[in-house]
């Protein structure tokens, strides 16, 4: 090994400066940062985007940027073959949360592979046919390419959808996402709004489920005239949910605000009562825990990723995906039952504090060193 610990290429799709970055982002960042602090030296690899320097360094990160967005899964992987030809990496980790770059396959080296989640047959939700089978035909594969390497899943959904595709059950480990609670703690909150407040965080795609979220509204507003609901983020779907909030007689009703500042996202998680997600599937749900942070307790849909951040009846209620009566049902009992919800606020803000990022880069750090054991020597016969 070169270095104080060893030499990482990571390989992702976006890196963090990236205007589209999301939770996958942040979950690789917060690791490769605290990877840097304890010694180990970290290339990060990741698609570039208009006006995007060729390579930077911040936070401790040597960062290179390829391609674009459409043609990431060939453009980082044959940069990264022609990197670890031309330098003496240890290790590759690969975070795979769109179309896998098959890194096992070009160059023999120690391989983590982080996994939020995969997205199966809900891709066919997100785009069209054609891009949603190239998408879904790639992750056929993953079980097989992947078949020697080291796995980080960040829930049990992960980890149990790749045990249905074939891995082995001791090539996978979970490795829950952290969390920094320092921007969440106000020496002096907002106070809950007086009318029922509810909000929804998160990426405005077709498959999120936001449009379950406004038709729950319809009828949450039926019992509760007074409620209104804040969406919190942005994304291609937005002018589409906009139209559909009027159709539902909504307009009025849902405040949608684009991103925000997280100083700004917090003041109004404190002000609100209850936070909705009905997506059919996610790797962890940050959002929960970030709602949670603010004493909020969340209706979700049981689906994977939700079923594992939010624990049903303690600090929030799950319901059947797609079943708009019953979120709308959750939503208007947990409102009227005041001390219900909010001793599930409370157990979902001990819960939040609860998760670290120092603990999530220890775990991994413990399967890298695993993996250089061997003295950086593939592990594979």
Not at 38 to 59: H, K, N, S
Not at 64 to 93: H, K, Q, Y
Not at 286 to 307: F, I, K, N, Y
Not at 352 to 363: K, L, N, V, Y
Request: proline residues 8%; hydrophobic residues 45%; contains cysteine.
């Amino acid at each position: 090994m070169t270095g104080s610990k060893g030499r990482l290429l990571a390989v992702n799709w976006r890196d963090l400066r990236n205007p589209d970055a999301g939770g996958a982002e942040v979950h690789l960042h917060e690791i490769l940062i605290r990877l840097v602090r304890w010694g180990w030296d970290v290339t990060l690899l990741a698609a570039g985007w208009p006006g995007a320097a060729a390579e930077e360094r911040y936070d401790g990160l040597r960062v290179r940027r390829t391609g674009a967005w459409w043609n990431a899964n060939w453009s980082l992987a044959l940069t990264a073959r022609r990197l670890l030809r031309a330098e003496p990496f240890d290790a590759v980790v690969e975070d795979v949360n769109k179309i896998p770059f098959f890194l096992p396959l070009l160059a023999r080296r120690p391989h983590l592979l982080v996994i939020p989640h995969l997205f199966g047959a809900t891709v066919f939700r997100e785009t069209n046919p054609a891009f949603a089978a190239y998408v879904y035909a790639h992750e056929l594969l993953i079980p097989w390419v992947y078949r020697r390497s080291r796995v980080l899943a960040i829930s049990p959904s992960t980890r149990a959808d790749l045990l249905r595709r074939g891995f082995a059950p001791e090539r996978v480990v979970v490795s829950y996402c952290g969390f920094d609670a320092a921007p969440y703690d106000l020496p002096s909150p907002p106070p809950r709004d007086p009318a029922p407040r509810l909000v929804h965080l998160g990426r405005l795609r077709r498959y999120k489920g936001v449009d379950i979220v406004l038709r729950a509204m319809t009828r949450i507003r039926a019992e509760l005239p007074d409620a209104t609901l804040d969406v919190v983020g942005d994304g291609p779907e937005r002018p589409a949910l906009e139209a559909l909030a009027a159709r539902l007689g909504l307009a009025e009703a849902v405040r949608f605000r684009g991103h925000m500042p997280l100083a700004d996202m917090v003041d109004l998680l404190y002000r609100c009562r209850l936070f909705l997600n009905a997506s059919p599937k996610e790797g962890w749900g940050l959002t929960v825990v970030e709602a949670g942070a603010c004493g909020l307790p969340t209706v979700a849909a049981d689906s994977p990723g939700l079923r594992d951040s939010v624990r049903d009846g303690e600090t929030g209620v799950l319901v059947p995906y797609g079943d708009v009566p019953a979120m709308a049902g959750a939503a208007v009992a947990l409102l009227r039952d005041e001390e219900r919800r909010r001793a599930m606020g409370e157990a979902a803000a001990r819960r939040a504090r609860g998760f670290s990022w120092d603990t999530t880069a220890h775990e991994t750090e413990a399967l890298l060193e695993q993996l250089l054991a061997g003295g950086g020597k593939d592990p594979r016969p």
